[in-house]
């Protein structure tokens, strides 16, 4: 738990909108606001309105994972869910096993 400035518990909810949001914008890290036709919208200096790109704290942990993640530790986790080399006769024998299941 984190305190606020009066010693109270921090809402999750104003961590992430005087936080986080504010620290993106800071750091660029935005998306255009758009109206109902999906253009841009622009304030009232006339330049296009940003908001923080992400939403939530759970961002930090996958920049966080994937800044310290080396290639070796990528591979070695996820590894198993990219295709072999030659995994032809195994995705035309899966392909054939769910067309004969349907």
Not at 10 to 39: F, K, R, S, Y
Not at 81 to 100: G, I, S, Y
């Amino acid at each position: 738990m984190f305190p606020s400035r009066n010693g109270r518990i921090e809402t999750h909810n104003n961590m992430v909108i005087c936080g986080l949001w504010p620290a993106q914008i800071a750091a660029g890290v935005t998306a255009a606001v758009l109206d109902d036709d999906g253009n841009p919208k622009l304030g009232n200096d006339g330049k296009p309105m940003v908001k923080a790109k992400y939403t939530g704290l759970h961002a930090l942990r996958h920049f966080y994972a994937s800044w310290r993640a080396s290639i070796k530790m990528t591979l070695d986790v996820y590894g198993r869910l990219f295709p072999k080399r030659d995994a032809r006769a195994e995705m035309e024998a899966a392909e054939r096993a769910f067309l004969q299941a349907t």
